[in-house]
Each structure stands twice: as C-alpha cells, then as structure tokens.
C-alpha cells in the first residue's frame, strides 16, 4: 500500500517541543490544512462545511528514530512505566501515523486552492497529512474507559508572562501561546528549576524556567 501526502499542516510551532500533548487541548491554537496541487479541488471537500470537527491521520515527520519497540515509557507517566505500544500514543510506532481530532473553523480559498483553518491541533508546522475524515455522531462513547491517560491533560501550570515581553508577541498568538505554556511543555521527567527553555512559536523564541509549579517567561526573542 503506498500512501500518497494529500496536504500539509502550516502551524505555529516550528519544532516538536511545546506542541500540545493532545489535539483540543489548546482550543485557541489556529493552523491550516495545506493541499497538495494533486489535490487542492473543491470538490474533493464538498460538504465538508458541513462538520464541526473533522479527523486528521498524518505522519510523524519529525521523529528520527529508526525501529520501534514493543513497549515505551510514556511522558504522562514520568518516563518511568513501560506500556505497550500499542496501548499508547508514542511516536515510536512500526507505522508512524498519528491521528488528531480539531475542530473545522472554515473552509477557506486560498492562492493555490481550498485551505482548512482549524482550532486546537497538536501538530508541527510541515505536518504530512495522509487523510481527512469528518467527525460524526458514533465517535462520541460516553463513559468510555481512558486507561492511563484518564483525566484532566493540564499540568496545572501557572504561567508568569510578564506584559512586556507578552507584548512582542502579535495579539492574536498572544493567548495560544499562554494557553501552550500552560500546559508545562517540559518533559514530566524534567525538574531543574534554573534550566532555560524555549519554544519556537509564531517566529519567535519563547524562553521560560520552571519552579515550584509555575512557569516564569523571561525572554521572547523574534526568530531569524
């Protein structure tokens, strides 16, 4: 079977640390659905307006690492425990598909085509999209079982951004990016209270440390 790229994800975060964890996580994260020439015809998203939410299955561009194992150390669980692979969302996977459910703000004609804006993904700007299937009523399973990953996905991380340096950002990033770093991007492993940080975010270098629960922004620097 070969899989064919039929779009790519521009998003605001140029680099896989401080993506969100999960899709809708951070509803207020704005990216885009690119399509490939090949298939950039209206028709192919004819009705589509029609769905709140769609389905997105894409490849883990970014991930390196040649081969796969059985069982991996999930990050929610400290990056102590291991669980199988296949009872985990790990990146490290015998295909590296992953699968996001955002929401579908609009439908959009681009230079190129019809573009997708949608809310709330957990994805790297560059993102190779494989499919695009709607979200309907058989999806939802109410009181479902969750495994390990029930329960709340905030780390419940206070964030000190001082206005200042809130300011270098555009308005319109200002609150994903807050909403971002809310959610303490640093791996659950990680306690060094004096190491520096940065997220790429929006062009720009979010610089932050991490003491006694809360997340302190000391620089934001405008990329090059």
């Known amino acids: 079977m070969e899989l064919k790229v039929i779009a790519r994800v521009k998003s ?3 680099t896989k640390f401080g ?3 999960q899709s809708g996580v951070v509803p207020g994260t704005v990216s ?3 399509f490939e020439p090949e298939y950039a015809n209206p028709d192919c998203l004819r009705g589509l307006e029609g769905y709140d939410y769609i389905w997105l299955i894409w490849g883990f561009s970014a991930n390196r690492h040649e081969g796969w194992s059985p069982t991996v150390r999930p990050p929610r669980l400290g990056g102590n425990e291991r669980r199988g692979v296949f009872a985990t969302r790990s990146p490290y996977r015998p295909n590296p598909l992953g699968l996001s459910s955002v929401k579908l703000d609009a439908v959009e004609q681009g230079a190129q085509g019809p573009v997708l804006r ?3 993904a957990d994805l790297m700007d560059g993102t190779p999209v494989y499919d695009i299937k709607p979200y309907i009523g058989p999806d939802i399973h109410a009181g479902a079982r969750l495994g ?3 329960g709340s996905w905030e780390r419940g991380v206070e964030v000190d951004f001082p206005s200042e340096l809130l300011e270098r950002l555009p308005e319109e990033k200002r609150a994903a990016a807050v909403g971002a770093l809310e959610q303490d991007p640093r791996p659950a492993y990680q306690h060094d209270a004096e190491r520096i940080y940065g997220v790429a975010f929006a062009g720009f270098d979010i610089r932050f440390r991490v003491a006694d629960g809360v997340l302190s ?3 934001v620097v405008k990329g090059e």
């Open 12 to 14: 605001d975060f140029a």
């Open 118 to 120: 949608i809310l709330g």
């Open 32 to 34: 885009y659905v690119v």
């Open 19 to 21: 993506i969100p964890r």
């Open 148 to 150: 390990f990953s029930g």
């Open 217 to 219: 922004v000391v620089d």
